[in-house]
């Protein structure tokens, strides 16, 4: 999470603004900003208090960085009311919680064409970030095993991936002591390749993971073909490297919209595979997923069993105690779409990211950076940035004063001379959301292209 300062000083005690009406329930008739107060206050009090600081987060709707849900049903967010008090790590006195979080597993290894005979193992996580943290740590120890059972060193390891994978990969890294080994992407190819892959593999490689769904421009990674082609290099004489695949976005798209798409356990090649349910999962965040194919995959050490809250259960996780509540959302959300619904979802936000990569294409200023298959986003360019006279970044900055977050970015090294806006579509970016969109960024371009600056054309654009 964010790092804060500790605040001292004035600062520290400045007092948080309370409604008059509200002033005679808080017992030391203040509130220190960055202090516990003396005394308490009334239920209602502090409900306002919260309520009115959080009025200044934007609108999850309009935001279309995030690639994480912003819309459950009340009947999901009464589940997860329900189960707010639910510790997933209590097994023994939640049985029904483990017992679902099972079947989203087993839900999972089925979507991802697990073998009946291989005995897929996994288990939830916060996220995509913890699943990636867990994948590259199997990774990482059965590397090592490899070598001490092979009598060679087994220092610096390193891991194979694109220079376009999320930063979760280079904390996993740095966490763990691994080189990450981070393969420039461009200028034919926004992501990695399955020729770069193998030619940065060596005996120290733990692993090679293949993203379905950049997060910088949403597009797969050609999963079979490194997988391909670290079949060859194995068999060519070379090590013999697993795959990790992160489809922390792709894995709740592509069983769906792409079934023909071979990137999951249907690859022996393939060893583990992560997701994030609360991405196109379609819960609140946190949760993910990560799956091994079978029990060779998963070292037995990195396996805990505690009994402290009775009961005993196998559990491989960084945390200890979180909450159930969005494991059960998943598993409603399984239920109530069925694979169809999730089909019907992911194939609506698909439709309104190609209608509107189709529209941003013919706006003239811009380019399509991602042109092949992936998850439903769009990312443009400039398509000539030096005669556009304003940037992506002016782009970005003009719509937050429409209201919309649409984020500005240079691709990863080997495109970093390329600055691109993307659009997460997302479950409730509907093509009407979208129209809205490209009405407010016409009026931004004819704004920019008038050489007017975004901030003074609000201002003048503004009526008493
Ligand atoms: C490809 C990829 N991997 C991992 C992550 C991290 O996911 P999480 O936010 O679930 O930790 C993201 C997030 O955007 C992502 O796009």
């Known amino acids: 999470m964010a790092l804060h300062p500790h605040e001292t000083g004035d600062r520290a005690t400045s007092p948080v603004a ?83 979080e099972k079947r989203c597993v087993n839900i999972l290894a089925d979507l991802w064409h697990a073998s009946a005979a291989e005995q897929a193992t996994g288990c939830s996580t916060t996220g995509s970030s913890e699943a990636a943290m867990l994948g590259g740590l199997a990774l990482a120890r059965r590397w090592r095993r490899r070598r001490q059972e092979a009598g060679r060193p087994d220092d610096r390891p390193n891991l194979v991936m694109g220079a376009n994978v999320q930063v979760c990969w280079e904390k996993f890294c740095r966490y763990f002591d691994v080189e990450p080994r981070l393969v420039p992407v461009g200028p034919d190819s926004t ?3 399955p020729q770069a892959a193998a030619a940065a593999c060596d005996e120290r490689t733990v692993g090679v993971v293949a993203v379905l769904g950049s997060t910088y421009d949403g597009v797969y990674e050609p999963v079979a073909a490194i997988a391909a082609a670290l ?8 090590p013999d490297v697993p795959l990790h695949v992160d489809a922390a976005s792709g894995g709740f798209v592509a069983p769906f919209l792409d079934p023909e798409l071979v990137w999951d356990f249907r690859l022996p090649r393939v060893q583990s595979i992560n997701a994030s349910g609360h991405k196109f999962g379609l819960v609140y965040p946190g949760v993910g997923w990560v799956l091994w194919r079978d029990a060779a995959a998963l070292p037995k050490e990195l396996v805990f069993e505690v009994d402290y809250l009775g009961g005993s259960m196998p559990t491989f996780a960084l945390n200890f105690s979180r909450p159930g509540a969005q ?14 619904g999730y089909r019907r979802v992911q194939q609506e936000c698909r439709d309104t990211a190609d209608w509107l990569a189709g529209q941003l294409d013919q706006l003239g200023p811009f380019r399509l950076v991602s042109q092949e298959q992936g998850i439903p986003a769009v990312t443009v360019a400039l398509a000539d940035p030096a005669a556009a006279g304003f940037s992506v970044y002016d782009v970005s900055d003009a719509l937050r004063a429409h209201g919309w ?41 004819d704004r920019l292209q008038g050489g007017v600056h975004s901030s003074a054309a609000a201002r003048t654009g503004f009526h008493h």
Do not use: W
């Not at 990863?412 to 970016?429: E, H, I, K, W, Y």
């Open 405 to 445: 977050l649409v984020p500005a970015y240079t691709m990863p090294p080997g495109m970093d001379d390329v600055a691109v806006l993307r659009v997460v579509v997302r479950n409730g970016f509907s093509r009407d959301l979208a129209g809205m969109l490209l009405e407010a960024l016409v009026a931004v371009i």
């Open 18 to 100: 309370v409604r008059p009406q509200f002033i005679d329930q808080v017992t030391a008739g203040e509130v220190p900003r960055y202090r516990m107060p003396a005394g308490g206050m009334s239920p209602g009090a502090a409900y306002q208090i919260v309520h009115d600081e959080l009025l200044l987060d934007g609108s999850a709707r309009l935001n279309l960085a995030t690639f994480v849900t912003t819309f459950m049903e009340d009947e999901a967010e009464r589940l997860m009311a329900e189960c707010a008090a639910k510790n997933m790590i209590d097994k023994d006195e939640y049985p029904q919680t483990a017992e679902l």
């Open 231 to 238: 079949d060859e290099l194995a068999a060519g004489g070379g």
């Open 191 to 193: 992501c990695l390749t």
């Open 327 to 340: 494991v059960v959302a998943q598993y409603y959300n399984f239920l109530r779409l069925g694979r169809e």
